[in-house]
């Protein structure tokens, strides 16, 4: 029976051995499994935005789009060159005779009535160079300055663009700051009610305190818990919608390193909200300059257009043939008398766009004046908030390491200690809403007034 048991220890052993060499491989797998970390300040997350952003990328073809665009405007001054080679055959009377002629191989039996009536099958090959030179187009031209004023547009709604993702980025990145400082509060908080409730049961199992209060100290850790599990996934997606505005690998955790702060700002005489301007608007000053172009195209549809052109062409047996040189040169005077009130038409839809382009402006200019009214006020409103908070703050935390000690004592109430305890944690996380709500504002003030107002 003894040489039995000493089996059964030493299996007992090996599996043990077998179990910890097992688990600490799982923890090294677990360990190796984390996402890589990547600390990054603002501003590196704002120097990424420019390059990876998708809506700053997006924004970038657009005005390469425009661009081509212009580029394709330059044929209204610039000639057109082309080369064509054509091969025919044809036993056709006329054709026959005529491509002889243009082949410079017409000989006297050719003019025999039986040949000229009823020819064999002949074949040409025609090799023609031509080119075409514009000379006056007044449409093209005002075309061309309306597509260049576009091009200008297009350059204006890149900058804003930047800028306002630049301006996501710094709402997710303070976003992130304020969850990953929300969940520290939560934690420490979380780390008081577990000691509360243990004080609690201690109380409780002594008889100092009845099961209701224990009970409402344990509750509210498990309400801790659960605060704490809702703030871990909101600052996931933060996490997440951070990745997506930055263009980084989905597995890639990023820790914010600066914190949220209150920074000193420009006096309000120092700026000049009234003629404040922006990319955006800026982009439709260009826009309706555009149209004021096109109005003008528009109208000098009823003028002539006289453009030059000119062929070079060799005609042969042969494929790209040299045998039968001609040339032709002239000039083409176009002119539409009367295109069906198509040209009228015209005019009277440029001179609409150019009208809703002003009046897209002037809503834009007056909207943009209320938004910075408002991001000013609520920049003001977050100064007086944090104020307010942080003397909230300092009044809860003296109100809760009162109870507490009475509590300890045995001369506080449970409940009265969860209250104030609940009541400091609550003033906790106005302060952060405040001094993110402070940020944002100054953030968004910048952004409407594209210019930095924080030193």
Sequence with gaps: MQIKKRGGAKRTIVLTVLVLILSHSVLAQSDGAQKPVQKMSLQEALNITKKASFEVRMAEADMQKVRSQYRQTNATFLPQISIEATGVSTNDPLNVFGFRLKQEGVTTADFNPARLNDPDAYSNFITKFQAQQPLFNADAIFQRRAVKKQLEAAKE????????????????????????????????????????????????????????????????????????????????????????????????????????????????????????????????????????????????????????????????????????????????????????????????????????????????????????????????????????????????????????????????KTTDLLRAEAQLLESKMQRLNALYQYNLSLATLELLLEQEISY
């Design 157 to 412: 709604q890149l900058q804003g663009t930047i800028e306002y993702v630049r301006y996501q980025v710094k709402d997710t990145y303070y976003q992130l700051r304020l969850m990953d400082s929300k969940l520290q509060v939560i934690t420490k908080s979380l780390e008081i009610a577990h000691e509360n409730a243990r004080q609690a049961k201690d109380y409780q199992e002594q008889g100092m305190i009845t099961r209701a209060d224990y009970l409402a100290a344990k509750v509210r850790m498990l309400e801790l818990q659960s605060e704490q599990s809702k703030v871990k996934n909101q600052l996931q997606a933060v996490q997440d919608h951070l990745r997506y505005l930055l263009n980084i690998d989905e597995d890639v955790t990023i820790i914010a390193t600066d914190s949220l702060q209150v920074h000193p700002v420009v006096s309000n005489d120092n700026i000049n909200y009234q003629s404040s301007t922006n990319s955006r608007l800026d982009a439709m000053e260009y826009r309706i300059s555009a149209a004021r172009e096109m109005v003008r195209s528009s109208k000098f549809n009823f003028m002539p257009s006289v453009n030059l052109f000119g062929s070079y062409e060799f005609n042969d047996d042969v494929l790209l043939g040299t045998q039968g040189e001609s040339y032709m040169v002239g000039a083409t005077l176009t002119w539409d008398l009367f295109s069906g009130f198509k040209n009228v038409g015209k005019v009277m839809e440029s001179r609409a766009e150019l009208r809703k382009a002003e009046l897209a402006y002037e809503s834009q200019q007056f909207k943009n004046e209320i938004e910075i009214k408002q991001a000013r006020r609520s920049l003001d409103q977050a100064q007086e908030q944090l104020t307010f908070a942080k003397a909230a703050v300092e009044q809860s935390a003296e109100d809760y390491r009162i109870r507490k000690n009475r509590f300890e004592q045995g001369m506080e």
